[in-house]
């Protein structure tokens, strides 16, 4: 299956400052990746989904101006978390499609756990 | 009413038992789910992937669709500790994956 990898794969940061995800899909161009956020023990909600070459779609509650996301190229996309909260701290995950695939699976990258202190 | 509902247990069964976990979701213009196994700390990773009606198999892995009622399960046989995760259903809705809280199952060995 395809590799979508993200980094860092864990963060620690001081309240008040800005801190960047990247998501890159290896090994297949991405059109569309997809954000998402996870608290502990609750499920994966999704907060954007991210076009390249257009701006992300955010889901209802999600702050744009907080979470600002650049799909600047086929394989590479990126979440800015600017002036990180502590209630920031989370899961984040991208997942891409495989624009090659007949199915409408999604790939999950690994995972950048933040922490806001 | 949520898009995606799943008993979040937690479910426990003895090792080579059968392991049943289920999902339910509200929108029957629906057309693909799936089932991802989500280690702590870790991301989801895919189990199975169903879009007709009926079984499908893969190994110890059998997911079950019943697009009239609305629910997708999957049947895990002769179940390993190594199996004892936190199972996420998701379905593809309008081009966007909706996802169940999860079901915890534990495996005593």
């Known amino acids: 299956g395809a590799v979508v990898s993200q980094h860092p794969s864990r963060v620690i940061c001081k309240s008040g400052t800005s801190v960047k995800i990247e998501c890159r899909s290896l090994?297949?161009?991405?059109?569309?990746m997809f954000w998402y956020r996870q608290f502990p023990k609750q499920s994966l909600m999704l907060m954007a989904t991210?076009?390249?070459?257009?701006?992300?779609?955010?889901e209802q509650g999600v702050e744009k101006d907080k979470f600002l996301i650049n799909h600047a190229s086929l394989t590479l996309s990126t979440l800015t978390v600017t002036s990180a909260h502590p209630e920031d701290s989370s899961f984040y995950i991208c997942s891409a499609r495989d624009p090659r695939d007949r199915i409408d699976e999604q790939y999950f990258g690994p995972g950048t756990r933040l922490t806001v202190t | 009413q949520k898009e995606v509902e799943q008993n979040s247990g937690p479910l426990s069964v003895p090792e080579g038992a059968i392991a049943s976990l289920n999902c339910t979701y509200s929108d029957r213009g629906s057309q693909s789910f799936f089932w991802y196994r989500q280690y702590s700390g870790k991301s989801p990773e895919l189990i199975m992937s169903?879009?007709?009606?009926g079984d499908k198999e893969d190994g110890r892995f059998t997911a079950q669709l019943n697009k009239a009622s609305q629910y997708v399960s999957l049947l895990i046989r002769d179940s390993q500790p190594s199996d004892s995760a936190t199972y996420l259903c998701?379905?593809?809705?309008?081009?966007?994956?909706?996802f169940g809280t999860g079901t915890s199952l534990t495996v005593i060995p």
């Open positions: 169903i879009y007709s009606n």
């Open positions: 998701a379905v593809n809705i309008g081009n966007q994956f909706y």
């Open positions: 991210s076009n390249e070459g257009s701006k992300a779609t955010y």
């Open positions: 090994d297949f161009q991405a059109t569309t």
